[in-house]
C-alpha cells in the first residue's frame, strides 16, 4: 500500500486501517520508524470528512516544525497554531497546539471543540513527564466522548495497559499498533580514548570494585577529541553529539572548529543562509553571531536552550540542510524534531538529575539513540558511548542495550485551576473524574492505589484552601474564583494579586517584572547588577498566600516571589536592545524563555481580568516586552 509516495510498511498499513474505521489508536515504534506519516493520514481522512483536527506536542519547537510542514503541504488557510506565545489562525481547520492548550479549552467546554474528528498526541510517553504528565492525562480523561485520539509512543512495556485504560474511561476500544523493528538497524559500541571500541567483557574486566577507585578515574573525564577522529575517519557524518550540559556542549564544539568539515561552495552556502535568516530575524544586534558564524562556517555547531530561539532555528536549518556535520547538542534535540544523522555519539552515559549522577533510562537512551541511522541514505546508524570502563558499570550498560523501555506511569496532580473548574460544575462528583487516574488502573479494573490516595487527600486540602482563601464559596466560585479558573497556570498567584489590588501599584514597565518574579524558577546565586531597587507589595501577597498553603497542609505550595531576573527584564520593559540585555550576564535563551512566558501570563490577564483600565495597562505592557527576538510570532511568520 502506498501513501505520499511512499510504500507503507506493515505496521503503517494497520494503522491506516484503524483510521478508516474512525478508531482511537496508540502506535508505539522506535524512533525513526515513520510514526508522523501515519498521523498525517489520520489529517487526511479527517479533511476529507470536513472535520477538524488538534496536533499536540510536548515541546513548542516541535510544536513550530509541524506547523511549517503542514503549512506547506495544507496552506495557510487550512492550518493554525496556538502555543501561548503564538496564536496564528486559531480556528483553523488543522490545528497545532499544546496539550497544555487542549486541556485548557476542555475544562472551558469550549465551542472549538466541535467537530473535531481526531486529536493527535506526539509523544503520548510524555505522560509520564514529572512536570507536565498530568496534562495529557486530563485530556484523556476529559475531553469529549465523541473525539478520537491517535497517540504516537516509543516502545513501552505496558502500552497495552495504557490503551486498556484510555479505553475505560473514554467508553471505546483503543487500538495497538506496535513496531518493535527498525527500518535502519543500530549498531552500538562502547569507546574509550584510552582502549578505543571496547566490548562490554572488556569493560567487565576493566570495572573496579572499590568506590573510591572508581571515583579516581571518573575525575578524569575523557575528551571528545578521539571519539569523534575515530568516527570521522569511519566517514559517518553527520554527527550528533550528546552532552549532558551547556557548557560542555560550546566547549566541544569550540574544540573541533578547526576541523573545517566543509567544502568551499557548502562554506558559501552556509554564508548564504545565515545572511538570509540574520536579516529575517533581525539578529544583527546579536552579540555571539560572530563567534556562532565561525562555527557553522567549519561545519560545527552546538544547540541547547541557553541560546536565543532564533539562533537554535539558524542551527536547525543549516543542519537540515546537510551544512552541520558535527552537532553538540543536549537531549532535548532528540525529541520528536525530524534530523536524523549518520552516527549518534554520547559524551557519557549518566547525567546529573538535580541530586546526584545517575544512568540514563533505558527510554531516554533509545530515543537519542534512535535519531542515528537515515532512511534511504544509511544501512545501519551507529551509535557510540564514550565509558570510563574501571568506572562503568557493565550490568548499566547491558540494560540499555537490552532492557525494555521503562513503563509509562501516572502523574496524576490536579492543579488549582482544574480543581476550581471541576469542583464548581460537578461538586463532590468531581472525585469521581479524579478516581479515573491511570494511577488507579490496575488488571482492567480501577482500584485506589497509595499514590492516588495521598494525590486525593491533597486534594481535600486544596479545596478546603480555595475556599478560606475566598476562590470557593462552598462549591461556587467567587469572581477571584472565576479568574483563577479562567488564567491556568500562575492561576491563584495571579488572581489573589488582581483582588489585593497589587497589580494597580504597578507602572506598564514594572508589570512584567512582578509576573516574571512568579515564573522564574531558578534563584540565581549571582542576580544581576542593577542600580533600579524595586519594591512591591506583591512580594507580601504571595508570601501571605503561601503560608495559609503550609498552614492548610498543601505539600506542594507555590514558591516566593523570584525577583533575580528583575534587572534584565526591567530594562528590556524600558526597550534596551539585545545588546544590552545580553551585558546583565544571563544565558540569552533562559531570559527570552522567561520573558515569553511572561507576554503569555500579560496576553491572558488582559483578556480576562474585568478592570479595563487595568486590562489597558497590561496590554501596554505587552507591546513593551513582547518585540524583536523575543516576538516568537513574528519569529514563525517570517520564517
Known sequence: MKYQNYELDFFQEEAVKAIDRGESLIVAAPTGCGKTLIAEYAVDVSLEKKKRVIYTAPIKALSNQKYRDFRKRFGDEIVGIQTGDVTINPDGTLLIM??????????????????????????????????????????????????????????????????????????????VIEEKHRPIPLKHAFYSPKFGIMNLKYIAKKYRQSEKERKKFLRRKP???????????????????????????????????????????????????????????????????????????????????????AAKEIVERLFTAGLIKLLFCTETFALGVNMPASAVVFDELEKFDGVEFNYLMTRE??????????????AVGFVYSQVIPEATDVRQLERLLYGQNEKIRSRFFASYSTILNLYSQHGEGA?????????????????????????????????????S????????????????????????????????????????????????????EESRRNAPLTNVTLKFNAEKVIHKLRSKEIRAGITNS????????AAPIYAWSNGCSLKELESFGVPEGDLVRVIRMTVQLLR????????????????????????????????????
Not at 238 to 265: G, K, M, T, V, W
Not at 496 to 518: D, H, K, M, N
Open 604 to 639: 491572558t490577564l488582559r483578556d480576562k481580568i474585568p478592570d479595563t483600565f487595568l486590562a489597558d495597562r497590561f496590554h501596554e505592557a505587552l507591546l513593551l516586552v513582547n518585540r524583536d527576538v523575543v516576538d516568537a510570532q513574528a519569529q514563525l511568520e517570517v520564517g
Open 469 to 520: 482563601a475566598g476562590f470557593l464559596d462552598g462549591q461556587t466560585l467567587t469572581e477571584k474564583g472565576k479568574l483563577a479558573a479562567a488564567v491556568s497556570g500562575y492561576e491563584i498567584q495571579t488572581a489573589e494579586l488582581y483582588y489585593s489590588r497589587a497589580f494597580e501599584e504597578c507602572t506598564a514597565q514594572q508589570l512584567p517584572v512582578v509576573l516574571a518574579a512568579i515564573i522564574t
Open 223 to 309: 575528551s571528545s577529541r578521539r571519539i569523534i577522529q575515530y568516527v570521522l575517519e569511519q566517514g559517518q557524518v553527520p554527527i550528533l553529539y550528546f552532552c549532558f550540559n551547556r557548557r560542555s556542549c560550546e566547549f566541544n564544539a569550540e574544540q573541533h572548529s578547526a576541523l573545517n568539515l566543509l567544502n568551499d561552495d557548502e562554506r558559501l552556502q552556509v554564508r548564504k543562509m545565515v545572511d538570509e535568516l540574520v536579516e529575517l530575524y533581525s539578529l544583527q544586534g546579536y552579540d555571539r553571531l560572530a563567534y556562532m558564524r565561525n562555527l557553522w562556517e567549519s561545519g560545527c555547531a552546538f544547540h541547547h536552550a541557553g541560546i536565543l530561539p
Open 365 to 378: 537512551y533509545n530515543q537519542m539513540a534512535g535519531r542515528a541511522g537515515r532512511r534511504g541514505m544509511d
Open 98 to 175: 499544546t496539550t497544555e492548550i487542549f486541556r485548557n479549552l476542555i475544562l472551558e467546554n469550549s465551542s472549538r471543540l466541535a467537530d473535531i474528528y481526531y486529536v493527535v498526541f506526539d509523544e503520548i510517553h510524555y505522560l509520564d513527564d514529572p512536570e507536565r504528565g498530568t496534562v495529557w492525562e486530563e485530556s484523556i480523561i476529559l475531553a469529549p466522548r465523541e473525539i478520537r485520539f491517535m497517540c504516537l509512543s516509543a516502545t513501552v512495556p505496558n502500552i497495552h495497559e495504557l490503551a486498556d485504560w484510555m479505553g475505560s474511561v473514554r467508553g471505546t476500544e483503543v487500538t
Open 558 to 565: 507555590i514558591r516566593e516571589m523570584d525577583f533575580s531576573l
Open 431 to 467: 472525585f469521581e473524574i479524579f478516581r479515573k487516574s491511570l494511577h488507579n488502573y490496575k488488571h482492567g479494573e480501577f482500584t485506589m492505589s497509595k499514590a492516588y490516595c495521598k494525590e486525593e487527600l491533597q486534594i481535600v486540602n486544596r479545596i478546603k484552601f480555595l475556599q
